[in-house]
């Protein structure tokens, strides 16, 4: 029998150790793993009171294209695609991990068009935002 992914509880794809976590998936021990590093564990906990169902970090000197920045009501937003987010987890997830970010005043993903906005703080450095969209 198969154990339930310890991210989504979809059944797990490999067998592992009982005193390790399973997961269906290296995108949800991926998200595991980020969620723990990031103080945000009880996400699991939490999420069980909820009603309804369930590293690159290297700047590349790049400028952010401007097309993905436009003129917000309390400053610039900057709009970016997350390719292969599926689930509410992987939104609350990015919102939570960007939230905390310097620069940030403000994240907000579209699960279903796949894209995040990211209220930037005056003087933020928008590169900056994108960098902590990679390590997630």
């Known amino acids: 029998m198969n154990a339930a992914c310890a991210h989504c509880a979809q059944p797990a794809a490999r067998a592992v150790g009982a005193?390790?976590?399973?997961f269906c998936c290296s995108g949800c021990e991926t998200v595991w793993h980020a969620l723990h590093a990031a103080g945000l564990g009880d996400y699991y906990r939490l999420r069980q009171d909820l009603p309804g169902p369930a590293e690159a970090d290297a700047d590349d000197g790049e400028p952010i294209d401007p097309r993905f920045l436009e003129a917000g009501p309390n400053g610039l937003r900057l709009t970016?695609?997350?390719?292969?987010?599926?689930c509410a987890?992987?939104?609350?997830?990015?919102?939570?991990?960007?939230?905390?970010?310097?620069?940030?005043?403000?994240?907000?993903?579209?699960l279903a068009r796949?894209?995040?906005?990211?209220?930037?703080?005056?003087?933020?450095?928008?590169?900056?935002?994108?960098?902590?969209?990679?390590?997630?």
Request: hydrophobic fraction near 45%; proline fraction near 5%; charged fraction near 30%.
């Open 80 to 86: 970016l695609a997350v390719d292969g987010i599926h």
């Open 114 to 136: 796949e894209r995040v906005s990211v209220d930037l703080r005056a003087g933020a450095d928008p590169r900056d935002v994108a960098r902590a969209l990679r390590r997630v």
């Open 19 to 22: 005193d390790q976590p399973a």
């Open 89 to 110: 987890s992987c939104a609350w997830v990015i919102e939570e991990v960007l939230g905390r970010e310097p620069a940030v005043r403000g994240a907000r993903v579209a």
